[in-house]
């Protein structure tokens, strides 16, 4: 009896460890699905991470790839930048020295313009009838103004001139013999050339073979045409040479009748007559003249370069400026 009452005990201990089991396995499975459901989503989620992580990286190659290229282009700009403002210093400079130049020649122009103006080198005489020309209608001009050269020949023109470069020339003898007495009131003498006293040029020679004859003067002068047999009886005959002393045996081949002049002035005619030596300021209006525009032509062209480059300087500061908001 007592063991069968040790036995209805045990087993009903027995019993209560299964049923306490039991629900141990039951609650193991409910964990189990709760397990299974997580790691269902931890898959899923692991899944996605994954797939972003791809992405991540391909979009780190493309920035990467993105920002090489931006640094590329960023040096580059940079470059181009200290070039911008490289070539603006150097125009700056160019500008300063073209300002100056300018300047100079300016002053340099205004002097001989007022010297032009106020025709320093004319004779007294002279003057007072370019002063006083509508009283002498037959005056065509100074031999000065009907005759232009480049500044390279002025000094030959001048050297073949002297003397003469200041005389007035005149259409009509007939007029001005019959005002002789207006003539006779100016200051000092005047010498006249009758332009309708002047014989047409004719000569034949043919200066092409000669050794160191540079052509006729003539041909190296500006004038109107209607000057053209005053200026050619003046200077048809006179030959530009590169040396004056052939002047002997040119003389010789061509005859007397020759003047020979180079271009620093130094003058023979075939006649013996020789004019060495640095040209008198009386005889420097042709050269004057040609200084004049020589003068004016160059200002104009520096102030073409200046607003060339005030321009240039102005678009590389705003290249810069670009530039640098672009770095």
Known sequence: KSGIIDIVRHTAQLHNELQSISVYRTNLSSQKDRLAGRAQVAGAELEKLLTDKAQCDARLNDIETVIADLTKNLDAKRRESDTCAGRAEADKKRLA??????????????????????????????????????????????????ITAHIDYAAAVEAALEDKTDAVVIASTEKLLAGKDAVDKLDGRVHFISADKIEPFVNTDDLSTLSGVKGR????????????????????????????????????????????????????????FIK??????????????????????????????????ENQIDESIRTGDHLTKLC
Not at 101 to 111: D, M, N, T
Not at 133 to 140: A, H
Not at 253 to 265: N, Q, R, S
Not at 279 to 301: E, F, M, P, W, Y
């Open 276 to 309: 060495l030596g640095p040209l008198g300021r009386a005889v420097g209006l042709i050269s004057r003249k040609s200084r004049l525009r020589q003068l004016q032509d160059t200002i104009t062209n520096i102030t073409n370069e200046i607003d060339a480059l």
């Open 97 to 146: 020295n073209s300002k100056e130049a300018r300047s100079a020649l300016a002053s340099e122009l205004a002097v001989l313009t007022d010297m032009e103006n106020r025709r320093e080198g004319v004779k007294a005489g002279a003057k007072r009838i370019l002063e006083n020309q509508s009283q002498f209608d037959y005056v065509e001009g100074i031999l000065a103004d009907i």
């Open 217 to 272: 003067l003539v041909e190296f002068v500006n004038y109107q045409p209607k000057h053209a047999s005053l200026v050619w009886a003046l200077l048809g005959k006179t030959l530009i040479v590169d040396s004056i002393d052939k002047f002997g045996q040119l003389s010789e081949t061509l005859g007397p009748d020759y003047k020979f002049v180079t271009l620093k002035g130094e003058f023979a005619a075939g006649d013996g």
